[in-house]
Structure formats: structure tokens, C-alpha cells
């Protein structure tokens, strides 16, 4: 039975892989609207966050930039469907617009390594591919829940190049390994660690739970950072690289780790409202503080 509803699942997704990108966007689109009209469980954490992060934002304004957010997320559901799925030109194409790609390629008498700081905004599937069109990568992934979706997640990830490892204590070693003769690597900088995977520090002013592995990458490589995003436009994509604060080489990982939440903040600002706001990004509190989700 569970390898028929495999099938099932898989055959659709490779269907709806087919989509043009502006049909997948709209039926996306919809499934962000009945989301927000259901008050899904994603609803209630996107407009909880919106609220601790923007607390001087007026009401009405909340509110519009978490239904904006909703939507925004219905559309990535299936816009990473198509870019598993097709082509290298197909995605070059639809990359209308690059900003910073100076940056994230360096120097050529620079051997450094680099590290690419991606949020969960927009879509970081494709900010991920085309950065694997600039230079050498390799990435740390979680494997899916639904194990028979590994193979096309793996696949669609790799096409261009790039290489995936797992987030295990051999994943990292073959990243130090990469960054250390000059290749790149792509790391989500706002997924809540494991326990003793970070500290807590401030983000949108509130305590945060952050990872440290990116400052103790920068530590043991001496590489570079550089932040990224590809935020959805009316063509297609435009993909920005931008500078990071300079704090995040501190040796103070309090410092470091404070610096990178700093540059989060600065790549959400580029667009809220396709930032992922439904992520529980503050389900770990300090010691004593009162949870934050309890729906």
C-alpha cells in the first residue's frame, strides 16, 4: 500500500513539474488563500511571529503582511516541484535579474572559501542552483520525512554540480573539506540547532536560538560570507548577493552568531512579505521564559 501511495504522490508531482511557472504560481497561490482562510496551524505561527518581530507594526498591517506570507509560501510549495524538474536553461532563463554575483564569486586570486548565507525567503531552491552555476558547492541537507522523495529532492539539488551531504558529523567534515580548497558551500542560517549546536541571540529583537556552525566554519577555513536570496518577480526570479556585517568574523561567537542574525535581518528586509514566517524559528526559549507556540 505505501509503495502504490508513493507512486501515486510521485506521478503527481512529476505532472505538476510540468506546470508553467506562472499556472503552478497561481494554484499555489490558491492553496496560500484556503491556508489563510482555514487559519491553519501555519496561519496562527506566521501572525504570532509577524508580531513579535514587528511589535510597533499597526494591527492592519500585521495582518496583511502575514496573509502576503501565507500566499507567498502556497506559490514556493510548488515552485520547487518545477525547479527539481527542469532543465539548467529552463531556470537560467527565468533568473531575470542578478545583483551582487561579484561578490559570491571573489576575487580569482582569492583561494578562500565561501560561505552562502541563505534564508528562507523567497526561494532558496533556486538561489542554491544558481549559485552552483558560479562555482564549486557543496551543501548539507536534512533527508525528508517521506523517504521516497529523497531521490528527486537529491537529484533535482545536484543537477548543476553541486554536491549534498548529510547533516551528520561526516556531512560537516567533507564541507571544512570543500571550503578549505576554495569551493562554497549554501547554509539555511535561520533553522532552530540542536541543543548543543548554538546559543541564543537576538533576531527582529527577540531572543533566538542560533546555530554556531557557520562561525566555527569561519573559524577553521578563514573563508568569506556573503548573504543571498532569489525573491519571486512577475518574470521570474531576480537573485541578489549582498555583503554581510563584518562582526560575524569576530572570534566572540556571541558576536558572530548576533552579526549573522544581523544579516538575516538585512535579506528578509529586501522583501517580508516572502519571507517563510511560518517557520517556529522561536520554539526554543531561554531558561524561565514562557513558550511561544502553544497552539
Not at 23 to 52: D, F, P, Q, Y
Not at 99 to 120: N, Q, S, T, V, W
Not at 174 to 182: A, I, M, S
Amino acid at each position: 500500500m505505501r509503495r502504490i501511495k508513493a507512486r501515486i504522490i510521485l506521478g503527481l508531482i512529476t505532472l505538476l513539474g510540468k506546470l508553467p511557472l506562472p499556472m503552478a504560481r497561481g494554484l499555489g497561490g490558491g492553496i496560500g488563500r484556503l491556508a489563510w482562510r482555514a487559519n491553519s496551524r501555519e496561519v496562527k505561527v506566521t501572525r504570532h511571529n509577524i508580531a513579535l518581530c514587528f511589535p510597533a507594526m499597526p494591527a492592519d498591517e500585521q495582518r496583511e503582511l502575514a496573509r502576503l506570507s501565507v500566499i507567498e509560501s502556497g506559490k514556493l510549495s510548488l515552485e520547487v516541484l518545477l525547479v527539481w524538474q527542469r532543465s539548467k536553461e529552463w531556470l537560467l532563463q527565468r533568473v531575470v535579474k542578478v545583483r551582487g554575483a561579484e561578490l559570491f564569486r571573489g576575487e580569482k586570486d582569492d583561494k578562500r572559501g565561501m560561505i552562502l548565507l541563505a534564508p528562507h525567503i523567497g526561494n532558496w531552491e533556486v538561489l542554491g542552483l544558481y549559485a552552483s552555476t558560479l562555482r564549486d558547492m557543496a551543501s548539507l541537507y536534512q533527508p525528508p520525512k517521506q523517504a521516497f522523495l529523497e531521490p528527486l529532492m537529491t537529484k533535482g539539488r545536484e543537477q548543476y554540480g553541486a554536491k549534498l551531504l548529510p547533516t551528520d558529523m561526516k556531512g560537516v567534515a567533507g564541507v571544512l573539506k570543500y571550503l578549505k580548497r576554495g569551493a562554497a558551500t549554501g547554509i539555511l542560517p535561520d533553522q532552530v540547532p540542536a541543543e548543543a549546536g548554538g546559543q541564543f541571540a537576538d533576531f527582529f529583537g527577540q531572543p533566538a536560538f542560533t546555530m554556531s556552525l557557520i562561525c566555527r566554519l569561519i573559524d577553521k577555513t578563514g573563508c568569506r560570507v556573503v548573504a543571498g536570496a532569489a525573491l519571486r518577480t512577475k518574470e521570474g526570479f531576480e537573485v541578489i548577493f549582498q555583503e554581510v556585517p563584518q562582526e560575524i568574523f569576530s572570534l566572540d561567537e556571541s558576536t558572530a552568531i548576533t552579526a549573522m542574525n544581523k544579516a538575516v535581518e538585512e535579506v528578509v528586509a529586501l522583501c517580508p512579505e516572502q519571507y517563510q514566517w511560518e517557520y517556529k524559528r522561536f520554539r526554543k526559549v531561554p531558561k524561565g521564559a514562557p513558550k511561544q507556540y502553544r497552539f
